[in-house]
Every structure is written in structure tokens, then in C-alpha cells.
């Protein structure tokens, strides 16, 4: 009775029609844990758009979607992969979104050596985002590379709200463990009460991934990388001593282990580091190199 529940629900919250008549499906760009994601055109005005498909009765937490989608409807942002529609067709949801085709901020990291002011220019765009959800008590709980999606243009905007909470003045912490390992915060693993801040941390291991190319502990199994966040607190980057002074200094205010010294979005959007960002349209060619490797 709780599947139909959301059938119902979802049925307000959908578009009406069918979207094959609508969207043409082109290639595969991705198998998110909740569904694959296809590059699409929109019939009618020949843009490019992403569909997230997921079979509903595949999912384990289906309220986690509707969640998805409501959130996202009214989340409108130039650093979030704005949300277009949804369809309902037979027991598959389609979300249709804005398509960046730049790839994501892990085909950069993992093919290219990233300098401080490119690191700085994703650091900020990525904290707008963060500024915009947590002004709004949302919580993302997955930020990572993956998860950073770039344009040609030189725009930075985050996706895949899957996993996202949305915080009310009665309930403005939770405790479940939700993330990916390697990303996750010290007070998440711990399955202390958290908050926004959570987010925080992740941008502090995705600045890590940037500097080494990939998270702390990223060769070891998840479990053990969950024992190590909470034993180990702030992690060791590799390549430290090559870093400037206020690029660890920033790095080590994302990593505090105790939230409550660990700054805001709204306060991190004020450190020096940031004011050392490179124009936007200079990612165009950290893109291409990626590609072109
Ligand atoms: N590789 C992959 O799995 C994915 C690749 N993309 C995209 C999206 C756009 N452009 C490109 N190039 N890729 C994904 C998007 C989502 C998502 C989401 C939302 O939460 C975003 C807010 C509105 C509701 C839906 C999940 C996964 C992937």
C-alpha cells in the first residue's frame, strides 16, 4: 500500500503525456545507483537534454524520488542541472533535465593535473551551489566529482539529487548513512547527528581529488575507508608540501573533523583561496584535455 501511495503521489507531480513522442533517446551517458541516465534531444526545438529512467519497482527507497523531484522542481540555480520535466510511463519515471556536455569533474581530475586557479574557479562554483541548497535546508550528501557536471561554455553545475534531504525546522538533523564512502564526513561514518556541513567535508575530498587525482583511501575497500575517515579525522593529501599557503589553509577549514568549527558555504565563499580563481571560460580547456587524452 505505501508503493501505491507513491504511485499517487508521483502522478501529481509528473507531466502529462508521452514522452517518446517528445524525446528522442540518443546514448548512454551513465548508470547512476537509481536508474540509467541517456542523452536525448527534445523533438521540437532539436536541445539536448539528460533522462534519468528508473523502474520503480526497482527502487528500495521510493519516496527517495518524489523527494528527487519535488525538491528539484523549485531548486532552480545556474550551478545545479536544472530539472525540465517528468513522466510517468508504465511503472519507469523518466526525470528530463538539462544536458551539459562537458562531461563531469572526474574525467578532468583522473586525465589532467588541475593548477590552484582552476581547483579554486570549481571550489567557488561548486559553493554557490552549496549556498543556494543550504539556504534553502537541503542537503545534497553526495558531492564528488562525479557529481560536478562541466559545459563548454565553462559552467560548473551539481546533479544527481538522488540522495538529497530536505531539512524542516522539526526535523533539521539526520543520521542515516547516505553518500559514497570515500566522500563521506567523519560525523556521517560515525552516525552522529548531521547537517549541512556534511556537504562541506565532501568539497574538501573532491578539492583532494583535484590535487591527487583521486579521494583519500580511494585503493582500499569502502569499509575499511569508512573505518579510516573516523579513525584517521582530517586526511593526509599526498601532495601537500607543492601546495600554496591559503590552498591548505582552505583545504584544512573543508576537513575539520568537528562540524561546528567547520565554516559555512556562505562563510567559505569569502576565503582568499577563491579570489585566486581563473576566469571560467579557461575550463574549456581542461575539458579538451581530458577528452583529447
Ligand atoms: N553519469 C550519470 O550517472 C549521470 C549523468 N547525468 C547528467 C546530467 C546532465 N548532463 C549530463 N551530461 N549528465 C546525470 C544526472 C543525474 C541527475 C539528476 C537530478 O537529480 C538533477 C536535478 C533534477 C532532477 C534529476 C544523475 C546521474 C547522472
Avoid at 501529481?12 to 528522442?24: A, E, R
Avoid at 561514518?189 to 562541506?200: A, F, L, N, S, T
Avoid at 575517515?229 to 608540501?241: D, Q
Wanted: proline share 5%; aromatic share 6%.
Amino acid at each position: 500500500e505505501q508503493r501505491a501511495d507513491v504511485l499517487r503521489k508521483l502522478k501529481q507531480v509528473v507531466n502529462v503525456g508521452n514522452p517518446h513522442k517528445k524525446y528522442i533517446l540518443k546514448k548512454k551517458i551513465g548508470q547512476g545507483a537509481s536508474g540509467a541516465v541517456y542523452a536525448a534531444m527534445d523533438q521540437h526545438t532539436g536541445e539536448l537534454v539528460a533522462v534519468k529512467q528508473m523502474a520503480l519497482d526497482k527502487q528500495p527507497r521510493q519516496e527517495l524520488i518524489i523527494n528527487e523531484i519535488l525538491v528539484m522542481k523549485r531548486s532552480q540555480h545556474h550551478n545545479i542541472v536544472n530539472y525540465r520535466d517528468s513522466y510517468l510511463v508504465e511503472k519507469e519515471l523518466w526525470v528530463v533535465m538539462e544536458y551539459l556536455e562537458g562531461g563531469s569533474l572526474t574525467d578532468v581530475v583522473t586525465e589532467t593535473c588541475m593548477e590552484e586557479g582552476n581547483i579554486a574557479v570549481m571550489c567557488r562554483e561548486v559553493l554557490q551551489a552549496l549556498e543556494f541548497l543550504h539556504e534553502r535546508n537541503i542537503i545534497h550528501r553526495d558531492i564528488k566529482s562525479d557529481n560536478v557536471l562541466l559545459g563548454m561554455q565553462g559552467e560548473v553545475k551539481i546533479t544527481d539529487f538522488g540522495f538529497c534531504a530536505q531539512l524542516s525546522p522539526e526535523k533539521n538533523k539526520r543520521t542515516t548513512l547516505v553518500g559514497t564512502p570515500y566522500w563521506m564526513a567523519p560525523e556521517v561514518v560515525g552516525r552522529r547527528q548531521y547537517g549541512p556541513k556534511v556537504d562541506i567535508w565532501s568539497l574538501g575530498i573532491m578539492a583532494i581529488e583535484m590535487v591527487d587525482g583521486e579521494p583519500p583511501y580511494m585503493k582500499e575497500d569502502p569499509l575499511r575507508a569508512l573505518y579510516l575517515i573516523t579513525s584517521n579525522g582530517k586526511p593526509v593529501i599526498k601532495e601537500r608540501s607543492r601546495l600554496s599557503k591559503i590552498f591548505k589553509d582552505f583545504l584544512d577549514k573543508c576537513l575539520e573533523v568537528d562540524p561546528s568549527r567547520r565554516p559555512t558555504s556562505t562563510q567559505l565563499l569569502q576565503h582568499p583561496f577563491l579570489k585566486t580563481a581563473k576566469p571560467l571560460v579557461s575550463l574549456r580547456a581542461l575539458i579538451e584535455a581530458a577528452r583529447g587524452s
